[in-house]
């Protein structure tokens, strides 16, 4: 990967908090689901309860598909993200504690939490490495894609 790309990609991910991310049902269809995420550079961790449908679609495959992006005024300023990743449940606790530490900084105007946050015991957490990523830019023209693969 080119180092402009590189530096737009992790532009990309440091600016937002919120991705929709893809896993199969147990039927085959896919089931597209908001998270929160942080990342660490390509490294992306999102956390969801311990008897979600997303932890069950995860247990059985863990390829994932998933985008970042925002709503823009004008359509040929969107830009975002799209990936192919795969979702690895964290095991090691310093790992989860670091990532539930990593959270509240993605949110620093929070004045307060409905609650303390979870424990790592109390939630899954989700580590996601990307395969290919593709970097949407429309003001390099409509539908305009740079792809990588990692």
């Not at 979600?52 to 598909?65: E, I, M, T």
């Not at 989860?96 to 105007?109: D, F, N, Q, S």
């Amino acid at each position: 990967m080119n180092e402009q790309l590189g530096k737009k990609i992790l532009a990309l991910l440091d600016q937002h908090r919120i991705m929709t991310i893809a896993t199969l049902r147990p039927d085959g269809w896919p089931q597209a689901t908001t998270v929160g995420y942080v990342n660490e550079g390509l490294t992306l961790y999102f956390l969801c309860g311990l008897d979600s449908q997303k932890a069950a679609n995860l247990a059985r495959d863990d390829r994932v598909s998933l985008t970042i992006d925002h709503d823009t005024p004008q359509v040929m300023e969107i830009t975002g993200l799209s990936m192919a990743a795969r979702a690895e449940l964290v095991v090691d606790r310093s790992e989860a504690e670091k990532v539930l530490r990593m959270l509240p900084l993605k949110y620093p105007g929070q004045v307060s939490l409905p609650g303390p946050m979870p424990s790592p015991d109390q939630v899954r957490i989700f580590r996601v490495t990307p395969t290919v990523i593709s970097v949407l830019d429309y003001n390099k023209g409509f539908g305009h894609t740079d792809l990588v693969t990692c």
